[in-house]
């Protein structure tokens, strides 16, 4: 479980993994979202990975 919840965090802190749905952990094979609107395939509308690398900027 450790070796998995590193490689987890390890994907999403990565500054080369924004955008990467592809190999993405969170990818859950969305393409539309509740409201009808385009989505990413985890189902957000802004990468996970960018989303936590600008939540460390501003927290750091």
Do not use: H, I, Q
């Amino acid at each position: 479980m450790e070796k998995a919840l590193f490689n987890y965090y390890d994907f999403l802190y990565n500054p080369k993994n924004v955008r990467n749905c592809k190999e993405c952990p969170e990818n859950g094979g969305f393409s539309v979202g509740t409201n009808g609107d385009d989505v990413l395939p985890c189902g957000m509308g802004t990468c996970w990975v960018e989303v936590l690398l600008r939540a460390g900027e501003n927290n750091g």
